[in-house]
């Protein structure tokens, strides 16, 4: 038995573990468990990404290591997309660096830029992978409440003088995994003062920037000044239901790109070019595909918010990000660990993504309406309800 490093020591345990041996013995046991668990889209890439995929494995220079920051025609499509999309200027050559997934990319922005002790500013509720990046490469996080009277935007103004200071990196995250909150134009202005004044790196992630009910999220990188202090990871894991081919991409100012390249060079050896050139169709023909999937999710939403509201439960429809953030009161474990128990549904504490995230649990609207009118019903029956 080896000991492993204190680096790994030092990270917080994994607070879902006791849920997740649960689940797995009830389903052991024979039991029809539905899990709003996972934040993993259930249905399948658009045919015609699959079906670029298949011809890409055909081309054998696909099968080679890839290049540098991504095939330039990936960059190029990435640079398209934002002209279109977001009405912004990205150079395809020094602004874009493909990531295998933006978590990878998140994971490794801080090696670049954090020395030992520095401090990044971190959201809580929030993606783990912030934190946890920082801690890996030794640096302190400041968390930052998302609290929901401030529309789980954090207050700039509330961060002590001493950590701005010393904060090297602000994290931000809208449409909002687990809270679905979005962000306003006036918050991310503040943001980008906030940084500039401060000299901190703004890292903005947009993965859930496609996935949208009614309004089309602000994109961070079209506001002024985005591009002097920040970089934003985006990914094709969502909008397209490819969270399996392992593709993002991140993109803004020019060294930040060019420090997170310099890391990943050393470290891994790019996206399968196959996968890239399937990002290529997924950017350029994919839009239609997406527009689906909002429907869908959006037909989801609906459905569980009036079931819950039915049940009792105060639910908020959320505008994007496919989750459903929902208060509880009092303990999530326990009621998470409830529902499980005794109505076989599963769903996520809040507590697991930070402090602020008590009395909140998180519903993913991965599964089918079927499915949803089930968990429904076994709700309402176990609030007494029918
Ligand atoms: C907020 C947020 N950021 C980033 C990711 C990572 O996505 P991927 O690595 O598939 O691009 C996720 C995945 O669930 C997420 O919820």
Known sequence: MFEVSERLKNLPPYLFAEIDRKKKKLISEG???????????????????????KKGVGNASYHRYPIGKGMADFRKAISEYYREN??????PDSEVCVLIGSKE???????????RGDITLVPEPCYPVYHIGTRLSEGTPFFMPLKSEKGFLPDLGSIPSG????????YLNYPNNPTAAFATRDFLMEAISFCKKHGIILAYDAAYSEIYFEEKPVSFLSLPGAKDVGIEFNSLSKPFNMTGWRAGWACGNASLV??????????????FEAV????????RNGRKSTEEMRKIYRSRRDLLVEGLRKAGFDAQAPGGAFYLWLKVGGSSIDFADDLLGRGKIVVTPGVGFGPSGEGFIRFSLTIGEERIKEAIGRINKLRGKN
């Open 31 to 53: 039991h029809d468990i539905i899990d709003f668990g996972i934040g993993d889209p259930d249905l399948p890439t658009p045919e015609n990404i699959v079906e670029a995929m």
């Open 86 to 91: 977001c009405q912004v200027e990205i150079d």
């Open 163 to 170: 950590a701005a200071e010393k904060a090297r990196i602000m």
């Open 276 to 283: 890239q050139f399937s990002g290529v169709e997924a950017l």
């Open 258 to 271: 060019a420090g997170l390249a310099k890391i990943k060079e050393n470290i891994d050896s790019g996206t």
């Open 105 to 115: 990319g998140i994971a490794h922005f801080p090696w670049a830029f954090l020395n």
